[in-house]
């Protein structure tokens, strides 16, 4: 008895892209109540994607509310490396705070943050450590934060750990790929 072996095309070109998402979007292929971020790719991305038999999907996620930086690839080793608990891979956000922040209680923030903060509990996520994380001040109300994990909610969840709110939270960068002003 012969065995056939099928032999499976090791030269697939995946996809990477990039997407300047805009709030009000989810990431995830499907919703019934809100619009979705594969909506906003191209049908030319999708039909590529259909026709070398590769599945589409997000570099880590973005919550509705929140804009900026998105990947999207077809390679689950790229997706891995940014996205794993364990590389620590830097996420930078630019963050408009409700109220403003003197300048002593942002020396204050800064400290915390820096040594790791403890996030208050939210819907399906309990109250947990986070990794330290550094804050470059613009304003009294408008900073970049640095994380290097992506917990739930985890930006918002730690200005709620000291007091204040999130109005507006951007993604600047993963790792070393950076949100082009012009996207």
Same mark, same amino acid.
């Given at each position: 008895?012969?065995?056939?072996?099928?032999?499976?095309?090791?030269?697939?070109?995946?996809?990477?892209?990039?997407? *300047?998402?805009?709030?009000?979007?989810?990431?995830?292929?499907?919703?019934?109540?809100?619009?979705?971020?594969?909506?906003?790719?191209? &049908?030319?991305?999708?039909?590529?994607?259909?026709?070398? *038999?590769?599945?589409?999907?997000?570099? =880590?996620?973005?919550? #509705?509310?929140?804009?900026?930086?998105?990947?999207?690839?077809?390679?689950?080793?790229?997706?891995?490396?940014?996205?794993?608990?364990? *590389?620590?891979?830097?996420? #930078?956000?630019?963050?408009?705070?409700?109220?403003?922040?003197?300048?002593?209680?942002?020396?204050? $923030?800064?400290?915390?943050?820096? #040594?790791? $903060?403890?996030?208050?509990?939210?819907?399906?996520?309990?109250?947990?450590?986070?990794?330290?994380?550094?804050?470059?001040?613009?304003?009294?109300?408008?900073?970049?934060?640095? $994380?290097?994990?992506?917990?739930?909610?985890?930006?918002?969840?730690?200005?709620?750990?000291? =007091?204040? &709110?999130?109005?507006?939270?951007?993604?600047?960068?993963?790792?070393?790929?950076?949100?082009?002003?012009?996207?």
């Amino acid at each position: 008895m012969s065995r056939r072996k099928k032999t499976i095309s090791s030269d697939i070109q995946h996809l990477y892209l990039m997407m *300047n998402k805009p709030c009000g979007y989810v990431c995830s292929s499907v919703s019934d109540r809100s619009p979705v971020v594969f909506d906003l790719i191209p &049908e030319e991305y999708k039909s590529y994607c259909v026709q070398n *038999n590769l599945s589409l999907h997000t570099v =880590g996620r973005l919550d #509705k509310d929140t804009s900026g930086l998105l990947l999207f690839t077809t390679d689950g080793q790229f997706s891995h490396r940014l996205t794993s608990p364990d *590389n620590h891979v830097e996420k #930078k956000y630019q963050v408009v705070l409700k109220e403003k922040e003197s300048a002593e209680r942002q020396k204050q $923030i800064e400290q915390r943050f820096l #040594k790791g $903060i403890i996030l208050p509990a939210e819907k399906k996520s309990e109250e947990q450590q986070v990794l330290p994380s550094t804050i470059e001040w613009f304003s009294a109300s408008v900073c970049r934060l640095t $994380i290097s994990e992506g917990k739930f909610h985890q930006v918002r969840r730690m200005f709620l750990a000291v =007091g204040n &709110e999130v109005s507006e939270l951007k993604r600047l960068a993963v790792g070393t790929y950076l949100l082009p002003k012009d996207l």
